[in-house]
């Protein structure tokens, strides 16, 4: 993957990307991409007529759902970055698909409406990848941004997946 970027989800096994939010498979779904921005993960998502709430704002289950899915994004890419590569900047070692997590805990505070119609930017920071290399958990925080102006924060707790999900 000489030189080119590939968004975190794009990288999800098959039998693990069919997620509403994030599946690169689900094509009924929100398709959210997160890429690596220095020491932050970055999204940029455009929400359409029929993810509003009252006319001329965004639905907050939406919301709730970016900040699900760029948490659990951010944790892979973390989740990776720990085993030595940066997932979505480089090809993964052989035989690795990178870690992958669901959430344990989503926390959302909406501080402002959201405006439809504009691009949301949702960027993430690790609060807590635990202290030894593989942890099974990490902490994200999680901002939903219009035009400069963060109009939700959230808090999620997302954690390997157990084998027993990916189908196999």
Not at 82 to 109: C, F, I, M
Not at 143 to 163: F, I, L, N, Q, S
Request: hydrophobic letters at 35%; proline letters at 7%.
């Amino acid at each position: 993957m000489t030189g080119e970027r590939s968004a975190f989800q794009d990288l999800y096994p098959d039998d693990v990307a069919h997620c509403y939010g994030c599946g690169r498979l689900n094509e009924r779904g929100h398709q959210l991409r997160s890429f690596w921005e220095g020491d932050e993960t970055v999204a940029h998502f455009t929400p359409k007529p029929w993810h509003t709430a009252i006319p001329g704002y965004v639905y907050g289950g939406l919301i709730a759902s970016l900040v699900d899915c760029h948490g659990t994004g951010t944790a892979a890419a973390v989740g990776a970055r720990t085993a030595g590569w940066r997932l979505g900047e480089e090809a993964p070692p052989e035989g690795d698909e990178g870690p992958r997590y669901v959430t344990a805990s989503l926390e959302v505070r909406y501080l402002k409406p959201t405006p439809l119609g504009p691009e949301l930017i949702v960027r993430g920071v690790v609060e807590d990848a635990g202290e030894e290399r593989g942890s099974r958990k990490v902490v994200t925080r999680v901002t939903v941004e219009v035009d400069g102006v963060v109009t939700a924060e959230g808090r999620v707790v997302a954690v390997r997946m157990p084998e027993s999900f990916g189908g196999g």
